[in-house]
C-alpha cells in the first residue's frame, strides 16, 4: 500500500503565503504524476495543480502566477507553494499521486489520495 501525509495547513490572512507538503510511503516502485486538488464548502473537488515525472506542470487557471507545484523525487514528496492568498483559495487541499507499487508477487499500479489539510484565507 501507499500512504500519503499532508502538512501545513492552517490560518493565512489574505495576501500571505503558505506551503503544503504532502509525502508518499509505502511499497513505492516508482511515482508517476503528482497533484493537489482542493474542495470548498458546497463545492466540488477540483484540480489545482499537477506536475508529472518529467514535463510541464500545469495549474488551475484561478491559480496560476500565485501557485507553484514542485516534487522531490528522491523524498517522494510533493509542494504547493500558495502566494497571495485570497479568501476563494479557503478548501480542504488534497494530494494524489499514481504510480507503480511493490506487491508479494510482483508490481501493480496504485492511485492513492492524502486525508487532505484544511487551509483558511481570513479576508
Known amino acids: 500500500q501507499v500512504q500519503l501525509v499532508e502538512s501545513g495547513g492552517g490560518l493565512v490572512q489574505a495576501g500571505g503565503s503558505h506551503r503544503l507538503s504532502c509525502a508518499a510511503s509505502?511499497?513505492?516502485?516508482?511515482?508517476?504524476?503528482m497533484g493537489w486538488y482542493r474542495q470548498a464548502p458546497g463545492k466540488q473537488r477540483e484540480l489545482v495543480a499537477h506536475i508529472p515525472n518529467g514535463g510541464s506542470t500545469n495549474y488551475a487557471d484561478s491559480v496560476k502566477g500565485r501557485f507553484t507545484i514542485s516534487r522531490d523525487n528522491a523524498k517522494n514528496t510533493v509542494y504547493l507553494q500558495m502566494n497571495s492568498l485570497k479568501h476563494e483559495d479557503t478548501a480542504v487541499y488534497y494530494c494524489k499521486t499514481n504510480g507503480l507499487r511493490y506487491t508479494p508477487s510482483g508490481i501493480t499500479t496504485f492511485d492513492s489520495w492524502g486525508q487532505g489539510t484544511q487551509v483558511t484565507v481570513s479576508s
Open positions: 509505502g511499497s513505492i516502485f516508482s511515482i508517476n504524476a
